[in-house]
């Protein structure tokens, strides 16, 4: 098995990113592992049959991507000191745009991740029914091993 040396989590936001975000801090630090968080804003294209949305598109595509830039450093910031108590190398933070698994997969290759943590739940309602799990697409065709957290299932050992 290849070293990890590159651990890639995507993010959502949601109330169980922060969990996943440390889960991934947590095993990235046992391999010395860089920490790459990437959160990943949906193309309005794919919603174009659904919608006519009331503003301009680009200008809205555009503080969509700026709005996430900046949530993305004040997450990754409040970020930093758990992924160094737990031994992770590096952190890095990245914003992509497109379908959110296709830009995950790609982002794993350009960075050459060795490991993929993400959750198996987040946000949930039309989006998943519309456009299905994300995970699911990601740990079937991701170019490198994929772990998943289920935030709400209970610990084994029988504490939460």
Avoid: W
């Avoid at 949305?53 to 949530?71: G, M, V």
């Avoid at 993929?116 to 987040?122: E, N, Q, S, Y």
């Avoid at 519309?130 to 050992?157: E, H, W």
Wanted: proline content about 4%; glycine content about 6%; hydrophobic content about 40%.
């Amino acid at each position: 098995m290849q070293n990890i040396t590159t651990v890639i989590t995507p993010i959502d936001f949601s109330d169980n990113a922060k969990m996943i975000a440390d889960s991934a801090a947590y095993v990235a630090g046992k391999f010395g592992a860089e920490l790459h968080l990437v959160f990943v804003v949906q193309n309005f294209e794919d919603y174009s049959g659904f919608f006519v949305p009331p503003l301009n598109l680009p200008n809205l595509s555009k503080d969509l991507l700026e709005s996430a830039q900046q949530k993305m450093e004040e997450f990754a910031e409040s970020c930093r000191e758990q992924a160094a108590a737990a031994g992770v190398s590096a952190l890095h933070s990245r914003v992509l745009n497109g379908d959110v698994a296709e830009e995950i997969l790609n982002y794993a290759k350009e960075v050459r991740g060795n490991l993929i943590v993400m959750g198996t739940h987040g946000y949930k309602g039309l989006e998943r029914i519309m456009f299905g799990s994300v995970a699911d697409k990601v740990v079937k065709t991701a170019c490198c091993p994929v772990l998943t957290i289920n935030p709400y299932r209970q610990d084994c050992s029988g504490e939460e």
